[in-house]
């Protein structure tokens, strides 16, 4: 399966594929140096066997190499729609900067394009632009089971079996802050600045109490949304 194996490192993972093997090394050495995690390939079909191997968050890719070229192998990455590297942000290397070679680069899927010779600096600088630009996976936050409850953080509700019970801008705010650090006491004041910024205390004494009706079997004597005097309020999830 293509990109089964992640790298467990949070550093960014790069393909440099390059068939001159001393400016392959040269830019191994020092994108590493810069904190990156570097893989090499000297031609397109080896880029290819490691494409399918890892995950890489960016390709460095030389143009004119012999066999299938890295104008060929970006074209095909991006027109092939079953493939999990279509999306892969990829940076043309070349010796050829006339502005049409330019442009035929971005026309076949490329995201940035850099003649050669080019300051290691600039490099560095255009990898890290485009990594900026890519946009981050939403983190899919599981159910948080509250009783007969589950609070789902996507659609901001309540659900139990067929029955579902969507919560108010503040109610959403709020279980946001609190589900998202269980067993957590947050107080008022960090209440009101992470969810809606300007509410206060007793604002936010109110929603709670909104939510535990939606949430708590006995609201007098609540199991889950809980009051931790003089210091704030905590959500405490049932833990399966």
């Known amino acids: 399966m293509l990109n089964s194996i992640r790298t467990p490192a949070l550093k960014p993972h790069i393909l440099v594929?390059?068939?001159?093997?001393?400016?392959?090394e040269l830019l191994r050495r020092y994108l590493a140096e810069q904190g990156f995690i570097v893989t090499t390939a000297p031609n397109a079909a080896d880029?290819?066997?490691?494409?399918?191997?890892?995950?890489?968050?960016?390709?460095?890719?030389?143009?004119?190499?012999p066999g299938e070229t890295g104008l060929e192998l970006t074209r095909s990455l991006?027109?092939?729609?079953?493939?999990?590297?279509?999306?892969?942000?990829?940076?043309?290397?070349?010796?050829?900067?006339e502005p049409s070679d330019r442009i035929i680069g971005l026309e076949v899927g490329a995201d940035d394009y850099l003649p050669k010779p080019f300051e290691p600096r600039e490099l560095l600088l255009r990898i890290n632009s485009i990594l900026r630009r890519i946009p981050k996976?939403?983190?899919?936050m599981p159910d948080l089971k509250l009783g007969r409850w589950f609070y789902n953080f996507q659609r901001d509700e309540l659900r139990s079996g067929e029955e579902t019970i969507r919560l108010t801008d503040m109610?959403?705010?709020?279980?946001?802050?609190?589900?998202?650090?269980?067993?957590?006491?947050?107080?008022?004041?960090?209440?009101?600045?992470?969810?809606?910024?300007?509410?206060?205390?007793?604002t936010i004494d109110v929603q709670v109490t909104r939510l535990r009706r939606k949430i708590e079997t006995d609201v007098?004597?609540?199991?889950?949304?809980?009051?931790?005097?003089?210091?704030?309020y905590m959500l405490m999830p049932d833990i399966d």
Do not use: C, F, W
């Open 137 to 140: 996976p939403p983190i899919a």
């Open 17 to 24: 594929v390059d068939d001159d093997d001393r400016l392959r």
């Open 220 to 232: 007098k004597n609540p199991r889950y949304l809980i009051t931790v005097r003089g210091e704030g």
């Open 171 to 202: 109610e959403a705010g709020l279980m946001r802050v609190l589900a998202a650090e269980p067993g957590v006491v947050i107080s008022r004041e960090a209440l009101s600045e992470r969810s809606k910024g300007t509410v206060s205390g007793r």
């Open 78 to 97: 991006h027109e092939d729609t079953k493939s999990q590297v279509k999306q892969l942000p990829i940076l043309l290397l070349t010796a050829r900067g």
């Open 47 to 65: 880029a290819r066997g490691k494409l399918k191997n890892l995950s890489y968050d960016i390709m460095v890719l030389d143009v004119m190499m």
